[in-house]
């Protein structure tokens, strides 16, 4: 799913990331499109995340996952230069190697809702842009709740 700039900031609104202290995720993710993963018969989802020619951002840069569960990653670098992926996934994390136009896929498990982050942590990609987010959407259990005062917001 790719979206306008009006979409995506209703997007991000609905899915909780453009008030995110309204300067990290919401805000350093709103270049990126966001994207739903597919869900199987089976239970498990998949999606597909790319890096296209010269833009050194993921695409989409927010997936969303309708659930917390496993989900099937194909990540395709369509760029001229050699990046990689560290992904979350519960337990240990995933890396690939992407040299250019090449493809790698990661089955990741992430079994509860929250917000996770993934990178290309080679040379200074991270800082240039190769940031994202899988947005697990689901209710937390109440036995999983922080239990902490209100927090002051900026």
């Given amino acids: 799913m790719t979206s306008t700039a009006q979409d995506r900031s209703e997007l991000l609104d609905e899915i909780g990331l453009k008030g995110q202290n309204r300067a990290t995720i919401g805000r350093l993710l709103a270049t990126g499109n966001i994207g739903q993963a597919t869900e199987r018969d089976d239970g498990r989802m998949e999606a597909t995340i790319r890096i296209n020619p010269d833009e050194l951002c993921w695409d989409p840069s927010v997936l969303v996952l309708p659930h917390g569960g496993d989900v099937e990653l194909t990540l395709i ?9 560290l992904l979350p996934s519960n337990g240990d994390r995933k890396f690939i190697w992407l040299v250019n136009h090449s493809k790698g896929r990661a089955t990741l498990n992430l079994d509860g809702p929250g917000y996770y982050w993934f990178s290309s942590p080679t040379g200074n990609d991270e800082g240039r842009g ?5 947005v697990v959407l689901g209710e937390v259990p109440p036995e999983a709740r922080l239990d902490r005062p209100e927090q ?3």
């Fill in 77 to 85: 670098n369509d760029d001229l230069n050699t990046h990689c992926a």
């Fill in 130 to 134: 190769l940031t994202g987010a899988i």
């Fill in 152 to 154: 002051p917001r900026p």
